[in-house]
């Protein structure tokens, strides 16, 4: 059978609407529809992952004269099976934008002007040598992010830290997840979840800790919503601060005032306690408790250090602690009833019931992220529901790559691909792989990112690298960062695929390869690699991100370090970086097995995925009879007391409204490839401020009319939604961050969490006026 | 040439009657949910000047509660 392209495009959109119909209406059967599979017809079909959020579904893209033409879920991908959420759907459009970076630019006399993109390698070489001879390796950075792929990151890591010999290397995850991995490392000694996604086809209630995940993660709800579907006792509660499709859709919504999370999750700890529902074996046998610093600050001003600090406790110290978090107290703090906390410790008590907690940037996004992620283990670790199937805390991630790229290449600061800079066992051994002597890897960390652009700011360092994010629409306190970019004497590399505030800062842009333009891999958030292989050329003079990367290595003389021929370094890479995680607890599945399947989960171990870990039902690695928490020295899982802390800003007679920010379903982060396809635009075409219908009534503000959002560092104007998509409660408004038009965070705050240092875009003070 | 996906949802006991006004109108297909009160919609139009006709017409069903667009195609 031929079809054609516009047959074609027929199809995916009925396939689109039958997952739409799939997600609202599982079991919906559209058995009589006539069937127009374009598997024929002179298209072919290449897997990749997509390239948005953290879930990792599993695409087809229909490839037709060398152009992709269409997309379809990829039935082979245990993530998706063959699901798409709407942004999937559109994938291929952002690859077509009209005014995609195709040429090198450097800024001459102000203006941005096309050269041969050789010209500007040589530019962002010769820039780099200038800046180390003049303010020292400290003063070169690179800022990258969860959609690097793996080899990207790699590259950068090993550059940067291993040759050049500066530990400036950061990315945007580190706004996104960084309080989910020092979380994982201080409950278990090592980073990422013990489960899986089929813990949600296994459990009998989901909690969402603050958690849109109907907009977010919309493949992972619509298989919640399945499973409910099959078994009618399965129930869903969000716990979260304003009301959402997610609200919309669960069994019940629980709303709690911002913060104070921390109180609740305590409580719900007292309860099972109170009721004697700890599971005794499992606390006796795999748990120890422990207390850290208190009073941990907030990291507003420059060169804020923290250090924590922790003692061993006992159970009966615990039960103490604990005392001052009784739901009827806590109720007060965080205008969650006591029944509601007593219901949510019983559904956790419960030893009949399968029980799965989801969280992403409500937890993770927030002053004291590292606690709450710690107090939501202490939940399941009490009640020892944990690494088996359907018993998950599971701590979802934002970005495609996240995982694969940011945490276990290790793009941040402090990290290595394997271990940290600090160990000198770890620095060896990078040193081994990466063939450079020992001392060029410093043993001391330098700036997390909100450091990283204070120091820009302050003149630390002068020249920047950002590659595959828009830092200049997302970072906090935003004005400040800006002007810090702009001074004289800073030097802004910038690899784009579409003009971006970034690339307005930028004087060099490096025209990058987008997604299926280029060889790759991501990790999703269940471990899993995923690998993608060139499906269609690259447009006019862009490259990939790695190998420009390569190019500038070889510029600075370490060819030895990056020997690649064109055709096989992506390979090359893989074949280096797995030496790195040559272990049991997690060895990486081999290349060519990666480009066979729809993902591999690790540790890969004799040719099977590990699903569960720490179970040695599951994990090769889990050395004991029962479960081994073998990250950490004494086996065991770590239960910490950590107190509820307020914000660290607050409203208050002047700014009298909580402001909360972030995304929403069609667009993804700052929206510079979603607002390039047509359909996405139009569905939701600027941001918009929500708020609580009796606040507009109050403010005389009626929906569509126009409001200036103002905090203490910022202000911006935009259209109110009064019962839109989403509704927060009295006292708080929302803005998504998608719309470089409406620069939210010029207002919000540029607060850490000490420990993660990861910024909080959840919570700050603003007031709200009629324009 | 706009290729557009929707749920259609009929307005309550009009399901029959929304299958027929929909496969009446130029450029629409439609497919009944075998199990749900839930209807899939895909046109596929010529040019914008005829999209907007079509989205005229199907405002004006009596027979239809509401659309929801779940893919949009265009050839700008």
Not at chain 1, 220 to 246: C, E, G, P, W, Y
Not at chain 2, 21 to 45: G, S
Request: proline share 6%; charged share 25%; aromatic share 10%.
């Amino acid at each position: 059978m031929n079809i054609s392209r516009r047959q074609f495009i027929k199809s995916a959109a009925a396939q689109s609407a039958v997952a739409a119909a799939a997600v609202l209406f599982p079991g919906v059967s559209f058995g009589a529809w006539k069937n127009l599979d374009p598997s024929s017809g002179g298209i072919e079909w290449k897997k990749t992952p997509c390239r948005f959020c953290g879930t990792g579904c599993g695409l087809l893209v229909g490839v037709s004269e060398n152009r992709a033409v269409a997309v379809k879920g990829d039935p082979n991908c245990s993530v998706n099976k063959g699901l798409c959420c709407v942004k999937g759907y559109h994938s291929i459009q952002i690859l077509y934008g009209k005014d995609r970076v195709t040429e090198a630019l450097v800024r001459k006399n102000g203006k941005l002007v096309e050269v041969p993109i050789e010209e500007a390698l040589d530019l962002v070489a010769e820039k780099m040598k200038e800046t180390i001879k003049d303010y020292g390796k400290d003063a070169v950075a690179i800022y990258g992010s969860g959609q690097w792929s793996i080899p990207d990151g790699y590259a950068a890591s090993k550059l940067f830290k291993g040759c050049i010999g500066t530990n400036n290397v950061e990315a945007n995850a580190r706004l996104c997840m960084a309080s989910a991995v020092t979380g994982f490392l201080t409950s278990f000694g090592l980073d990422e979840p013990m489960g899986c996604y089929d813990d949600i086809d296994h459990a009998d209630i989901f909690i969402t800790w603050g958690n849109n995940m109907a907009e977010m993660h919309p493949v992972l709800f619509s298989r919640m919503l399945a499973n409910r579907q099959s078994k009618r006792h399965v129930k869903i509660i969000d716990f979260a601060t304003r009301t959402t499709r997610t609200s919309q859709a669960a069994d019940k919504s629980i709303l709690f005032r911002p913060q104070t999370d921390l109180a609740v999750a305590n409580a719900i700890c007292h309860e099972i306690i109170r009721n004697d529902w700890v599971n005794w074996d499992f606390v006796t046998n795999h748990v120890s408790f422990h207390k850290g610093k208190t009073n941990i600050g907030y990291g507003t001003e420059d060169h804020f250090k923290f250090t924590d600090k922790e003692e061993t406790v006992d159970f009966e110290s615990y039960k103490e602690f604990l005392q001052d978090y009784t739901p009827e107290k806590v109720e007060k703090i965080s205008g969650v009833p006591a029944k509601d906390i007593k219901y949510m410790a019983s559904l956790y008590g419960d030893p009949d019931k399968k029980i799965t907690s989801f969280w992403c940037m409500g937890m993770n996004q927030h002053t004291r992220g590292t606690w709450i992620n710690n107090l939501v283990y202490n939940i399941h670790l009490l009640v020892g529901k944990i690494s088996t199937p359907g018993n998950s805390p599971f701590s979802l991630t934002g970005q495609p790559s996240a995982c694969g790229t940011v945490r276990e290449v290790g793009t941040l600061t402090h990290k290595l691909p394997h271990g940290v800079v600090m160990n000198e066992k770890d620095r060896e051994l990078a040193a081994k792989i990466w063939t450079v002597p020992v001392e060029n890897i410093d043993p001391k960390p330098t700036y997390h990112t909100v450091e990283m652009f204070r120091a820009l700011d302050r003149g630390d360092i002068r020249f920047m690298w950002v590659q595959v994010t828009n830092p200049m629409v997302t970072m906090p306190n935003l004005n400040r960062y800006r002007n810090g970019a702009q001074k004289d004497g800073r030097f802004m590399v910038v690899s784009e695929i579409y003009p971006t505030p970034t690339y307005d800062v930028a004087d060099v842009v490096l025209p990058s390869a987008l997604w299926v333009e280029r060889e790759g891999f991501f990790g999703n958030s269940e471990r899993r690699t995923q690998h993608n292989e060139q499906i269609i050329p690259t447009p006019g003079n862009t490259m990939c991100n790695t190998w420009q990367l390569i190019e500038v290595a070889r510029r600075l003389g370490y060819e030895k370090q990056f020997p690649w021929s064109r055709e096989t370094y992506i390979e090359d890479i893989w074949n280096e970086y797995t030496q790195f995680h040559d272990n049991p607890k997690h060895r990486m599945a081999p290349y060519n097995e990666l480009k066979a399947r729809s993902g591999i989960q690790w540790p890969f171990i004799d040719g099977l995925e590990t699903k569960w870990r720490y179970n040695p039902k599951y994990d090769p690695a889990a050395e004991s009879d029962s479960f081994d928490f073998y990250g950490k020295p004494d086996h065991r899982a770590w239960i910490w007391l950590r107190p509820y802390e307020p914000a660290a800003e607050s409203p208050d007679g002047e700014y009298p409204f909580w402001l909360n920010t972030g995304r929403v379903l069609e667009h993804w982060h700052t929206g510079s490839m979603t607002r390039r396809v047509p359909i996405l635009h139009k569905a939701v075409p600027e941001s918009y401020v929500e708020i609580n219908p009796d606040d507009a009534a109050n403010l005389g503000i009626t929906n569509g009319s126009k409001v200036k959002v103002s905090s203490r560092r910022g202000s911006v104007v935009m259209k109110a939604s009064i019962n839109g998509r989403g509704r927060p409660p009295k006292g708080m408004v929302f803005v998504p961050f998608f719309d470089e038009s409406y620069l939210i965070n010029e207002v919000t705050l540029d607060a850490f969490c000490p420990i993660s240092k990861q910024p909080d875009y959840k919570k700050c003070a603003v007031k709200l006026e009629r324009v | 040439m706009p290729v557009f996906s929707y749920l259609a949802y009929p307005k309550q006991g009009a399901r029959e009657q929304l299958i027929n006004d929909l496969a009446a109108l130029d450029y629409c297909e439609v497919a009944p949910a075998q199990n749900e009160e839930i209807l899939i919609l895909v046109t596929d139009t010529p040019d914008e000047k005829k999209e907007k006709v079509l989205q005229k017409k199907l405002r004006k069903l009596k027979s239809l509660e509401s659309l929801a667009m779940t893919f949009g195609h265009t050839d700008e």
